[in-house]
């Protein structure tokens, strides 16, 4: 057995590779509150990490900024869990986002409550990443986002836009009032659809709880925003045969996504334990062999950086109406999403991770596709 001493050094050494230090006075400086998280740290890796702070075992006065310099320094790649090593295995063995097991993170996360979200989110609840270009503030930056779908599609009046994996319907809603199509929306979630069926009243708008891979109908577009990193890669070009069969052929699909720099066949542990179970974050790579002799990719738009910004803005807003929250988002749930945005963040800032839209058609667009911006 190690004494708690050589562990103790052996996390300092691994820390002053990444620049933080333990007791240390800078903002990103880790201060550790329990001994034991060395042990578990090292033993867990990312797990043995998130779940040492949501248990208060350790703390830091810039979580982000400690997280964004573990990142750069690649410590994530250098201490592994046993537990990563057996989810690895798993992803192998099982399609874990097929059949009942599509439905546990619509369970798990996006019905925790809409409390959380309409205080997080901020005007709308559009629950990915907004467009900064032009925009100063998060409800001007997602309205950005969706407009710049809506363009980017072309939609005109009388169109129909399925929107695979719609959330609590905002895009939906703001393409039936400003572009004047008509539409569906499939999502995995009880809580989004109860929510986008109600504002979505009086639009002609259809929600359905229900599997992507249901889906057998025609549509002028469709677009999916925030949905693929739950599909899985066993299960890529299933999706893109289902939106290939549902689109007309002269019509086209926008894919918004987080994408991942290599290509993974599983997530990172904290996250599919505590966040979003079963997901999985595409590569450029997986997506283009997904899609082959399926569809022309037609334009390939990346504002990852945009992300960090808006998870920043998330950060602010629930932090501030935490005071008012239900008491079931108790402190380890609160160290939790902390936790949760950022290290998103980090990821993002270290450009770890990306942000994607792609714009795909069936055949081409006769004389080429020019993308707004």
Known sequence: MFSSDRLRRRMQTLLASADIHIGGAREWDLQVHDERFHARALAQGSLGLGESYMDGWWDTASLDGLLLRLIRARLDERVHGIGELLDGVRAHLFNLQRGRRSYVVGERHYDLGNDLYAAMLGRRLVYSCGYWRRAGDLDAAQEAKLDLCCRKLGLRPGMRLLDIGCGWGEMLKYAAERYGVSGVGVTISREQADYARHLCAGLPVEIRLQDYRELDERFDRIVSIGMFEHVGAKNYRTYFDVARRCLDADGLFLLHTIGSNVSRRRTDPWIARYIFPNSMLPSAAQIARASERRFVIEDWHGFGTDYDRTLQ?????????????????????????????????????????????????????????????
């Open 313 to 373: 803005a998330w950060r602010d807003n629930v932090e501030a109406a935490w005071p008012r929250l239900p008491s079931r988002y108790d402190e380890r749930f609160r160290r939790m999403w902390r936790f949760y945005l950022a290290g998103s963040m980090a990821s993002f800032r270290a450009r770890r991770i990306q942000l994607w839209q792609v714009v795909l058609s069936p055949e081409g667009v006769p004389g080429g596709y020019v993308a707004p911006r």
